[in-house]
């Protein structure tokens, strides 16, 4: 299944984010922790690299991925040229008080009331970008939901007379090429419901889980999952949560229970789970890249 999801206002926000850049010193990049790679856009990317401009990569929602996981993706981004990254939680104050530091670090010479620091908070829908700058700026000014594209303007806020944010609405990108990306996309909620078939997305996850995390679906089901595969752990999932379709002869609701799943795992209820690490994003761009179909010169 390939996922697209890019609503039009996302086009206008592109634009507006490649002129606000030109005057930005640093990109302040929000990542979902669990899938730090797949939840980067290549767009602001290439729009950074353009103006060459440092970037903060914050690993955001780090209380619920994989603690190793997060560890191997820090370094990962680390060994990149001007880049600098950080777990974090934009729940906790204490978290978000650091950034404005680890920034400065990254554009030293903007650190005085002539060259105040300016920082361009980037990333796609439902990271936690609004949660941040509402807690940078310590009172509501952005619009935070459980639901991706709320913010759908780009806004400046000046917060001392040195330092300046600009909050930008969140962006993907036109084409997701790796169909894994979109499912992963999908199982953390940033993109628009109306993109996927949730019951698909719940049985890629299911198997992932199976795959990477056995234990923690026995933990919270109740359920050995031995010998199961994705499709027998929604219909565990149905059984235990009385997910029945009513006047169906007991018909398991499986769509149902695929909601459940992936509520469980959004919440964090699961547990602490990273659909992706370095070397397992590796591994499936090699596959990928073995299944692409082989195109014939032409003569």
Known sequence: MSIQWYPGHMTSARKKAGETLAVADVVV????????????????????NFRQRPCLKLLNKADLADPEATKAWLAYFDAQPNVKAVAISCKKPGDVARIPALAQKLAPHRNDAVKPLRLMIMG???????????ALVKKKVAAVGDQPAVTKSQQ???????????????????????????????????????????????????????????ALLKARYGFATDDMDAVAVLEGVAKKRGCIIKGRGGELDLEKASGILLTDYRSGTLGRISLETPSLRAQRAEALAKAAPVVADED
């Open 29 to 48: 990049e929000v990542l979902d922790a669990r899938l730090p790679q797949a939840s980067s856009n290549p767009m602001i990317h290439e729009l950074r």
């Open 124 to 134: 796609i829908p439902n990271v936690g970008k609004s949660t941040l700058m509402n």
């Open 156 to 214: 400046r806020i000046d917060i001392s007379n040195r330092l300046t944010l600009y909050d930008t609405p969140g962006m993907l990108w036109p084409k997701i090429d790796h169909p894994i990306d979109g499912l992963m996309l999908a199982a953390s909620h940033a993109v628009g419901v109306n993109a996927y078939i949730g019951e698909d997305v719940a049985t890629w996850l299911a198997g992932f889980l199976l795959d990477q995390y056995p």
